[in-house]
């Protein structure tokens, strides 16, 4: 096999972006203006998936209290209580985690926050709108 044009011994590629940090971790973050791959947080996912099935085993009956659940789940009531509050969510915001089209501001630390009940607010709130395609 013979090459036709000698290979370049360095090439140069710049790319723009920063660092932030988000959730604990770095990340690398684009342009604005520059499209981002769609990459679901699997820590929020998590929280979610645990959030709704708490709230099943609550209304099933098989747990009487969240803190009967907690003790079981080996967690504190508190954190229990913070995350089974991720049902009141609205359904486009946990569309928009579970596809991965949430935003930067979305993460687990927010939505363990308070937030607004009313689902219109809610997207306000995250700023939803402005990021979601």
């Known amino acids: 096999m013979t090459r036709s044009a000698p290979i370049p011994e360095t090439i140069t ?6 660092l932030v940090k988000r959730g604990g971790r770095k990340e690398m973050r684009l342009p604005e ?20 099935r708490w709230k099943r085993m609550l209304e099933s009956g098989e ?10 789940e080996g967690i504190a009531p508190s954190y229990m209580t913070r995350v089974l509050r991720l049902t009141l969510l609205s359904p486009d915001l946990v569309g928009a985690i579970l596809e991965g089209t949430q935003g930067p501001e979305v993460t687990l630390v927010s939505v363990l926050e308070r937030f607004p009940t009313e689902w219109k ?10 990021h979601r395609t």
Do not use: C, N, W, Y
């Open 63 to 72: 747990f009487a209290t969240i803190a009967e659940m907690a003790e079981r």
């Open 121 to 130: 607010d809610q997207l306000m709130h995250f700023k939803l709108g402005v």
């Open 13 to 18: 590629l710049h790319i723009p972006f920063r």
């Open 33 to 52: 203006g520059a499209t981002q791959p769609r990459r679901t947080d699997s820590t929020l996912v998590k929280a979610l998936a645990r959030a709704f």
